[in-house]
């Protein structure tokens, strides 16, 4: 089955985008992603523990940017995010963004991010760590 055969069969608001997304990123993709991240965003990316990962969650919170404003054809500074009942960011609603729902995740060196229009979705993804890694954790 190609393409065109799934887009006459699924109606277009059943599909659900799903994206992945490599977190470690050279220094000029970080210094382009953090230009699009609000005040809050660079400061929590500031505030990370260990430099990696506050690079990483630049990397998701800039991909994330891109991407929504793609869908809702704006700019992805202009991306305005609220927190839902449940803590969980969510684009300001807008003429254009009532229907988006967006949830994402990130763990280790990979993100994965699923757009929406009309229906909530969830992403979920984790590192398998070696074994043996969680039991040294848990003996701390």
Do not use: C, Y
């Not at 929590?44 to 929504?68: I, K, S």
């Not at 990130?106 to 074994?131: M, Q, T």
Request: charged letters at 30%; proline letters at 7%; aromatic letters at 2%.
């Amino acid at each position: 089955m190609n393409a065109e055969a799934v887009a006459e069969v699924v109606d277009a608001d059943d599909v659900i985008d799903v994206w992945s997304i490599s977190t470690d990123q050279p220094p000029a993709v970080l210094r382009r992603l953090r230009g699009l991240l609000d005040l809050d965003e660079r400061d929590r990316a500031d505030r990370a523990r260990d430099p990696v990962q506050g690079e990483r969650f630049t990397v998701v919170r800039g991909a994330v940017r891109l991407l929504v404003a793609d869908r809702l054809g704006t700019e992805a500074a202009d991306v305005v995010w609220q927190r839902g009942p449940h803590g969980k960011p969510a684009p300001v609603p807008r003429p254009a963004s009532d229907r988006i729902h967006v949830n994402w995740s990130a763990s280790g060196a990979l993100a994965i991010l699923a757009i929406a229009d009309g229906r909530r979705v969830g992403a979920d993804v984790e590192e398998i760590r070696p074994p043996g890694v969680g039991t040294r954790i848990a003996r701390r």
